[in-house]
């Protein structure tokens, strides 16, 4: 291996005919010249193969609570380690992290960390998981998995946060070592996916019912919600009926509010009212778990009993103060077990964010 950051060798690509060579992570097929990019930016090719790019090097390290990836069924009230790289394999429009997910300048890359100092200051800093995020771990899956074996050998949980645009076998390989995933699913509309994102939506269905019928990972979904773009009822009602239909009501479904950034900066940001009503959808279609993000709404940010509709956590934005539940994540009223993974105590992280230097 290079050192960190230059051209960390890959597997899932194969050579064309004509000197080229096809990245096979994701459905856009990148076909590289010699010495340039895909479009994620970060795999590219160098002497006739695919290569990783920021391989070892990072966009910043960040302790955050769990609730923010946002996994609100997953460990509550832990801190997790956080981190991203550059680039991104999709081209939304309406990104909210566009800085880094669609940078083109690996100078933004200032940390540099290998996978076993992520896992060692983890532990140090008394996070319980480590997350892939700010731009989606699809693209620099083999940092990431490495990452995950090293945080595992510490008994550190893993997360992706992930918006699941992944062909079949790279999909295996990334999810593997993952222990729990949030999925952008950011639309229920493929023409959505082709105009704003220029991706497909089958392929993002596919993952979930991967995620769900494969693997044992804990799965929370997000769907900002975008004025005039996804927002209708019919399409909410026809995601959450999917959900309900094919994954079962247990997933617990995230809708959050969009605010005008990037190339979407005339769109004007959500109303909480329309979080309300597509949270309200959801329940009435059967999701058990609706919640409502980006605002500060206590009934749609906390989590209820799907069986007597009784409190079982409170939470003021990521601060948690009433819990409910007993030491096997049962409601104490009912006695009904509420879906995730759940320590007998919460945690006490809190809202608190803290920036974090590999360096010292």
């Known amino acids: 291996m290079d050192s960190a950051g230059t051209n960390f060798p890959t597997t899932f690509w194969h050579t064309l005919a004509d000197g080229r060579v096809q990245c096979d992570v994701c ?4 076909k590289i010249k010699e010495g340039k990019q ?7 090719c160098h002497n006739g193969e695919v290569v990783l790019t920021t391989y070892g090097r990072s966009s910043g390290f960040c302790v955050d609570p769990i609730e923010k990836k946002p996994l609100n069924h997953y460990l509550p009230g832990t801190p997790v380690l956080s981190f991203g790289t550059a680039g991104c394999n999709l081209t939304c429009k309406f990104c909210q992290n566009w800085d880094m997910s669609k940078s083109r300048e690996i100078d933004i890359l200032a940390e540099q960390a290998m996978p076993e100092k992520i896992a060692e200051k983890a532990k140090a800093l008394n996070c ?23 945080c595992h050998e510490m008994g550190i949980k893993t997360v992706a946060v992930t918006a699941g645009y992944i062909s079949p076998g790279a999909r295996e ?3 593997r070592n993952i222990d729990a995933a949030n999925v952008d699913l950011k639309s229920f509309s493929n023409d959505f996916y082709k105009k704003h994102c220029s991706g497909d939506l089958q392929t993002v269905l596919d993952t979930l019912l991967y995620i769900h019928n494969e693997t044992d990972i804990w799965l929370e979904l997000t769907t900002l919600v975008i004025p005039g773009a996804n927002d209708s009822d019919k399409e909410i009602h ?17 809708f959050s509010a969009f605010h005008p950034d990037f190339k979407m900066l005339d769109t004007p940001a959500t109303p909480t009212s329309t979080l309300k009503r597509a949270r309200n ?26 069986n007597c509709g009784e409190l079982l956590i409170s939470r003021d934005w990521y601060q948690l103060s009433d819990w409910n539940l007993n030491a096997n994540g049962e409601c104490n009223f009912c006695g009904y077990r509420c879906a995730g993974v759940f320590d007998a105590k919460p945690g006490t992280w809190g809202a608190r964010r803290l920036p974090v230097s590999m360096q010292l």
Not at 27 to 30: G, L
Not at 134 to 139: A, E, H, K, L, R
Not at 283 to 303: C, P
């Open 173 to 175: 390989f990334f999810f």
């Open 38 to 44: 895909g479009l994620c930016f970060v795999r590219a």
């Open 128 to 150: 319980r998981s480590v997350a892939f995020t700010y731009n989606d771990p699809v693209i620099f899956m083999e940092y990431a998995d490495d990452t995950a074996q090293a």
């Open 27 to 30: 459905p856009r097929a990148c």
């Open 281 to 306: 959808i959801a329940l009435e279609n059967g999701v058990n778990y609706a919640y409502t993000g980006n605002v500060r709404n206590r009934e749609g940010d906390s989590t209820w009993c799907s």
């Open 238 to 254: 026809d995601m959450t009926n999917w959900v309900v239909e094919h994954m079962g009501p247990d997933i617990p479904m995230h």
